[in-house]
C-alpha cells in the first residue's frame, strides 16, 4: 500500500472514530428532553451534528485555522434541566453571553455527572480521540474535584474569579475547593445541608438541641439507614464526639470509642421506638421522605435540596438543625462547582468570563431559587424572597456548616453505613460494630 493510500485510509478511520464518539455524546431526546427554550435565547441542551463523511475526501496540504474563538460547556442535567424555570433562566444568561460576545461561537451541551457517559470518563477518552470537542467549562460535583485535578482533566482557576467572588463564598463552600493552597474550581451551589424535618401540626413541644432529649418525645423518626444518608448522620456524630478520620501516621482511620458514642445515639433510639422500624429498609431520602408525608411519622431526615422541593405550601412541613450530643450538630455539605477543563489561554479566559457571569449573585440568586438549590455565594442568597421562613435558617446553617472530609465513595463511608445498618438493626451493639467498621479500615 502506497503511502497515500494508507494517508488516506487514516483519514477514513480517524474520522469515522471521531463520528462515533459525538454520536455517543448525544443524549436521547427521551431521557433528556430539551428544555424550552426563551425567545432569543441560547438552548441549554444542544448536540454538535456529526460530522458528513463524503465519498471524496481531501487530505489537506496546510493546517485549518478558525478565525472565531470558540467556547464549549457541559452541564449535567441536574443542573441544566432542575426546573422548567431555572432551565429559562439559564438560557436567558447564556443568551446575554453570546450577545456581549459576539465572535465567539458558544456551544452548550448536556452530559451525565456520573456513570459510564460520564462527564470526567469522556474527558479521558476524549482527550486522545476527539480532543477538539471536549469542553472548556464544565459543572460537576464538587466531590469530582480531587480525582479531576489528580488526572489534569480539569486546571485551578488561576486568577481568572476575581478574589472578591471567592471572598463571598460560604466558609465551608470555599474550602471544598481549596487543593494544594489552590483554588480547583468556583462553587455555586451547596448541596446534602441535613435538616430535621417535622410535622408542626403534630410536633407541638419545642423541638430539643439535644438527640438524647429528642428521642424522648412521643414521635418517631423515619430516615435511610440502609443507605449514605445514615453514614452521613454517623459521620457528623462522630465528629461532634470528637473523632478524626486519620491516624497518627495520616493513614485512613476511625476511631473506636468516638464511633461507639455516635452509634449509641441511633441504637438507643431505635431501641427505645423513636426511629422507626421501617427505616432499615430504606436507602435514600426520597424513600424516607414518602413514609413521612404520609403521616407514619413526625420526623424525618432531608436535605436542603429535598426540602426545598417538596416542602408544601401551607407550611405544615417544617425543618430544624438535628440535635447533637449537646448542641445541634454542624451540618456537613457537599455541591457542584464550575471548573476549567481546558489548558488553551485564549479559551481559559473565555470560559472565565463566562464562569464569572452565570456566579452573578442576582442571577445565581434567582436561577438557585427557582432550581432549589442552596447559593454558594453569601450575597446571592439575598436574592431569595424576604417574607421566606426558611431564608434565615438556611443562611444560619450556611454559616455552621463544615465540608464533606471524604468521598462519598469512600471507604470510611462504606464502614459507617455498614455499621449503622447493624446498629438500627440491633444485630449488633453499638461497641461491637465500631470496633469491626475500626478494624475494617486497618491495613
Known amino acids: 500500500m502506497n503511502k497515500k493510500v494508507s494517508l488516506l485510509f487514516f483519514l477514513l478511520l480517524w474520522l469515522t472514530v471521531s463520528c462515533d464518539l459525538i454520536n455517543n455524546f448525544n443524549q436521547d431526546p427521551a431521557v433528556n428532553p430539551t428544555p424550552e427554550t426563551v425567545p432569543g435565547s441560547t438552548a441549554v441542551v444542544t448536540s454538535p451534528p456529526a460530522a ?105 482557576l488561576n486568577g481568572l474569579v476575581d478574589t472578591t467572588l471567592l471572598e463571598d463564598l460560604y466558609p465551608a463552600a470555599l474550602e471544598l475547593v481549596i487543593r494544594n493552597n489552590q483554588v480547583s474550581g468556583y462553587p455555586f451551589v451547596v448541596t446534602g445541608l441535613p435538616h430535621l424535618a417535622y410535622n ?3 410536633v407541638t413541644e419545642t423541638i430539643p438541641i439535644r438527640w438524647e432529649t ?16 445514615g453514614g452521613l448522620l454517623c459521620l457528623e456524630f462522630y465528629l ?36 422507626l422500624d421501617q427505616s432499615s429498609n430504606y436507602s435514600t431520602l426520597q424513600e424516607s421522605w414518602q ?30 438543625a438535628v440535635p447533637g450530643l449537646q448542641q445541634p ?22 470560559a472565565g468570563e463566562l ?47 463544615r465540608p464533606m472530609p471524604i468521598s462519598s465513595t469512600s471507604s470510611i463511608m462504606t464502614v459507617l453505613n455498614n455499621a449503622v445498618f447493624d446498629v438500627v438493626t440491633l444485630a449488633k451493639t453499638p461497641q461491637v460494630a465500631a470496633e469491626e467498621a475500626a478494624a475494617a479500615l486497618q491495613p
Open 214 to 229: 429528642l428521642t424522648t418525645l412521643p414521635h418517631r423518626l423515619v430516615f435511610p439507614a440502609n443507605g449514605t444518608p
Open 355 to 401: 464562569l464569572t457571569s452565570l456566579i452573578d449573585s442576582s442571577i445565581l440568586g434567582e436561577w438557585s431559587y427557582a432550581s432549589h438549590y442552596l447559593p454558594a455565594r453569601q450575597s446571592a442568597l439575598a436574592f431569595w424572597p424576604d417574607d421566606d421562613p426558611y431564608v434565615p435558617f438556611a443562611r444560619e446553617q450556611l454559616n455552621r456548616a
Open 329 to 350: 450538630l454542624n451540618p456537613i455539605i457537599s455541591g457542584w462547582a464550575w471548573a476549567i477543563s481546558t489548558s488553551d489561554p485564549t479559551r481559559r479566559v473565555l
Open 52 to 156: 458528513e463523511i463524503t465519498p471524496d475526501i481531501a487530505i489537506p496540504t496546510t493546517a485549518v485555522t478558525q478565525t472565531r474563538p470558540s467556547l464549549r460547556v457541559w452541564i449535567p442535567p441536574e443542573i441544566a434541566l432542575a426546573t422548567e424555570e431555572s432551565a429559562a433562566i439559564l438560557n436567558t444568561q447564556l443568551a446575554a453571553f453570546r450577545s456581549s460576545h459576539p465572535n465567539v461561537q458558544l456551544t452548550i451541551e448536556q452530559k451525565s455527572a456520573s456513570g459510564q457517559s460520564s462527564i470526567l470518563n469522556y474527558l479521558r477518552s476524549g482527550r486522545t480521540i476527539a480532543p477538539t470537542i471536549l469542553p472548556d467549562l464544565i459543572a460537576i460535583p464538587i466531590d469530582q474535584i480531587n480525582p479531576a485535578l489528580n488526572e489534569e482533566l480539569i486546571y485551578p
Open 200 to 202: 408542626s401540626d403534630v
Open 240 to 275: 461532634d464526639a470528637g473523632g478524626s478520620l486519620t491516624n497518627e501516621a495520616g493513614q485512613t482511620a476511625l476511631q473506636v470509642e468516638p464511633l461507639a458514642t455516635a452509634l449509641q445515639q441511633l441504637f438507643t433510639a431505635k431501641s427505645s421506638g423513636f426511629i
Open 291 to 320: 413514609m413521612f408525608q404520609t403521616g407514619t411519622t413526625a420526623f424525618a431526615l432531608t436535605s436542603s435540596e429535598q426540602y426545598l422541593r417538596q416542602r408544601d405550601e401551607a407550611g405544615v412541613f417544617q425543618v430544624t
